[in-house]
């Protein structure tokens, strides 16, 4: 007995080390990524000028949007190669590389020549450096999430997936707000001329910080498990399409709404604000940078949710609050003011929170871990793709259409279809609950 009592705190104080280290390593590296891929749509009217020199400002920010949605069609190539990596290698070695692509090409981006002193090659080298960014992105949040999740005690899934979103949140509004700071600070010819590096610059101290954290990480306890018992799968994307198809699914309908809403708030709304509401530049940043926070306040309350209410209940309210509110807030978009521009952004964000509180934890709970990076995020990158990716490019199209609120419909028709997938896709879905595929690789192993 007194060798129990000796040896027992030792492993308790390690087991809690690991799930901080853990829970640092993976929100970093979530804030990081997406305050670099942030700063591209905050920036878009700058960049548009500077690389897609247009007579028609409209068709230059088209352009910029294009290459905008170009980033995110990459994604689900990065999923597939992280994804591998995180399966075969371990989730370790794939946040490690998907930190230092993304910091390098951001800060790379930050010292890139323009249009005017390199020519067309300007754009190529803009373009090639969206695609890094987007291959990075591809690995990062699906492998983030789940490194974190898979350290959660049992019964907190919801709420260490949770801090996914809370990270995006945080570093959204961090790009939102370093940006507002430098575009206020300079003058506009100075912001053209060299004030809009500053924030991409930032990255490479933040890049750095995240590489020494993630250096010192150790695979997560279900990962060393696969390894141990030698269940790590060649070709794990092909396993899972073969015994956890329902799952992809889910998992690809799920984010549609994840992409539509989160990337219409962040890549769309600024623009549309100043064309549509008449707010200054300045205003337009700070409403987003306030609504962000919001979302990031509320990401831990709906993780809670999810593990007392349970996963489809929160889903479900999630998509029919945001099919609902849709329009509302594209009309209070309409009033021309401040308040009513914030009131329509945090709604949009509180329903948000929640959808992307789903996903953190959607991702483990519908794949056993010898499968879980791969399976996971190559759906969820098609989606985000497919919806988020071109989410601000639809949205501005929309936006010059005769129906007013049409950006808003947009966004309802695609909560509801999301608020079906969850009613079915989610149906029996909680912790621990994917003993169907667990099951025959069990079996195979037996034979």
Known sequence: ??????????????????????????????????????????????????????????????????????????????????????????????????????????????????HAGLGVWATVLLVVLRVFQGLSAGGEYAGATIYVVEHAPRGWRGR????????????????????????????????????WRIPFLLAGPMGIIAIFLRMRIEETPEFKAVRESGQVESAPLAEGIRVAKKSMATVFGWNMLNGVAFYMLTGFTVAYMMKVAALSYTASLSALAIALLFYTAVSPV???????????????????????????????????????????????????????SIVAVSMVDLFPARIRFSAGAVPYQISIAVFGGTAPYVATWLGGTDIELAPGYYLSLISAIAAIVAWFGFKGVNENSNAEFVAPAAERIEK
């Open 1 to 114: 007995m007194p060798s129990a009592h000796v040896s027992s705190p030792p492993r308790q104080v390690t087991e809690s080390a690991a799930r901080r280290r853990a829970i640092y390593a993976g929100a970093i590296g979530n804030f990081i990524e997406w305050y670099d891929f942030g700063l591209y749509g905050f920036f878009a009217v700058t960049i548009s000028a500077l690389f897609f020199p247009s007579s028609d400002p409209s068709a230059a920010l088209l352009s910029t949007f294009a290459v905008f949605a170009l980033g995110f069609f990459v994604r689900p190539f990065g999923a597939f190669v992280f994804g591998w990596i995180g399966d075969r290698i371990g989730r370790r070695a794939a946040l490690l590389t998907a930190v230092i692509l993304m910091s390098l090409s951001t800060v790379l981006l930050g010292v890139l020549p323009t």
């Open 160 to 195: 260490y997936g949770s801090l996914s979103p809370a990270a995006v949140g945080i570093g959204t509004a961090t790009a939102a707000v370093v940006s507002l700071i430098v575009t206020s600070s300079v003058s506009e010819a100075d912001l053209a001329s060299w004030g």
């Open 302 to 356: 709906y993780g809670l949710c999810v593990d007392k209410i349970g996963r489809r209940q929160v889903a479900v309210f999630a998509a029919l609050g945001m099919a609902m509110f849709a329009p509302l807030a594209f009309y209070l978009l309409h009033k021309q003011t401040f308040a009513a521009s914030l009131v329509a952004l945090m709604g949009i964000g509180f329903f948000a929170a929640g959808v992307t």
